[in-house]
Every structure is written in structure tokens, then in C-alpha cells.
């Protein structure tokens, strides 16, 4: 995720049914250290949600997910981010 990319528009529905803004990176993009709530995507338009969670920082996260075996035999090919510095505030935002 580079701060000159401004990544695709998606908006993804929490379980309250509220709607997020989030924006879509391709899964072979640099991660920033940003605070924020993520969603690893098999495809942008119309593709799956594979995994949801929330970091103080990305670029940390994704050079350590405990789960990415998991998102690479699900085919991901976007991570979605919605930056958030509140703690309380990313635990807030209940993707499904």
C-alpha cells in the first residue's frame, strides 16, 4: 500500500449491517505501519471475503500473518484496509 496509491474502492457490510469504506490493494503491494481494520479479498468486484482483522500496524501484520497459508489456499488476491487509530474504534467495525 503506497501512500501515491489511493487503491480501488470497496465497501464491505459489518454484521450490524452497517457499511465501511475500504480501499483494495493488490496482495503483492508494500504494507505501511498504519493502524486500521483490514479484509483479505478473493477478488475486488464481486469476490469473497476470505479473513477480517484489525492491526496497529499493516506492515508488521502481513510480514507475520499466523494465517497466511490460509490466504494463500483460499486464492486471495487483494487486501481491502480502512485506516482506524482508535483501538476501540477498529474493534468496533464487525465485518462478516
Not at 496482495?27 to 479479498?41: F, R
Request: charged residues 20%; aromatic residues 10%.
Amino acid at each position: 500500500m503506497s501512500t501515491l496509491d489511493n487503491g480501488i474502492p470497496v465497501t464491505l457490510q459489518g454484521a450490524s449491517g452497517a457499511s465501511y469504506a475500504f480501499r483494495a490493494y493488490p496482495k503483492n503491494s508494500s504494507w505501511n505501519a498504519v493502524a486500521g481494520n483490514y479484509a483479505i479479498l478473493r477478488q475486488v468486484s464481486g469476490g469473497a471475503v476470505v479473513y477480517v482483522g484489525e492491526t496497529e500496524n499493516l506492515g508488521d501484520r502481513m510480514a507475520n500473518h499466523h494465517r497466511q497459508t490460509c490466504f494463500d489456499r483460499n486464492a486471495w488476491t487483494h487486501l481491502a484496509f480502512r485506516g482506524e487509530g482508535s483501538a476501540d474504534r477498529r474493534r468496533a467495525v464487525e465485518l462478516v
